[in-house]
Structures are given as C-alpha cells and as structure tokens.
Nanobody
Framework: EVQLVESGGGLVQPGGSLRLSCAASGFTFERYIMGWIRQAPGKGLEWVSV????????NYADSVKGQFTISRDNTKNTVYLQMNSLKPEDTAVYYC??????????????????????WGQGTQVAVSS
C-alpha cells in the first residue's frame, strides 16, 4: 500500500522558516518524481515544487521561487520542503505527492496537479503574527 506521511507543519510568524518532511512507503521511492502541492483557504490546488527521481533536477512555482527548496533522500525514502521567509499568503495545507511511474522530465519542466497520482493526507502551515 502506497503511503505518504507529511510532518513539520505548524504556526510560524511572518519571516520564519519551516521544514516539511514526507516519509514514503509501499513503493520504490527512487523511481518516482515527487512534489509538493498546496491548497490555501478557499482556493484551489497549486503545485509548489517538484523533484526528479535522483534529485538532480527541481522546479518551483513562480510564487515560491527563491524562497522554498525541495530535496529528497532516497536512502530514507523521504522528500523535504524547506520554506524560508514565510508570508501570510503561504498559509495552506501542504500535500506531498508522487507522480505516476510514466512521468518524465517533461513533467518536471511543466508540472500539473493532475500529474500527481498518490497523495499524502496533508500538513497545515499557518503564517501569522
């Protein structure tokens, strides 16, 4: 059974940092492109970042470029999202997700929410003073 379990969310003041983690199990982690998607209150799903199978290629939504960093450790079956200089507009539920096994580099260049076929339960991030 595929499982993705996020952790690390919480309440942080503007300008603060958080590091999200996602522990994967039930599939061969290193064979899958991974990513983070978020949903702000009252808004739709927005892909945030994506990382290649080996971790050598990443992509970020314009809204978080230069602010967030995605990484993965294939020895620990874990993907991370380091979030710095957080703003109130970063408040959202953050989901870890895996693309289908058929995903390619093209899906990293131009990712879509629909490309992600396995999702975690989400972790809440709230940025407020």
């Amino acid at each position: 059974e595929v499982q993705l379990v996020e952790s690390g969310g919480g309440l942080v003041q503007p300008g603060g940092s958080l590091r999200l983690s996602c522990a994967a199990s039930g599939f061969t982690f290193e064979r899958y492109i991974m990513g983070w998607i978020r949903q702000a209150p009252g808004k739709g799903l927005e892909w945030v970042s994506v990382i290649s199978k080996s971790g050598d290629r990443t992509n970020y939504a314009d809204s978080v470029k230069g602010q967030f960093t995605i990484s993965r450790d294939n020895t620990k079956n874990t993907v991370y999202l380091q979030m710095n200089s957080l703003k109130p507009e970063d408040t959202a539920v953050y989901y870890c997700a895996a693309m289908s096994s058929a995903a390619t580099t093209a899906n990293i260049v131009a990712p879509r929410v629909a490309d992600f076929t396995a999702w975690g339960q989400g972790t809440q991030v709230a940025v407020s003073s």
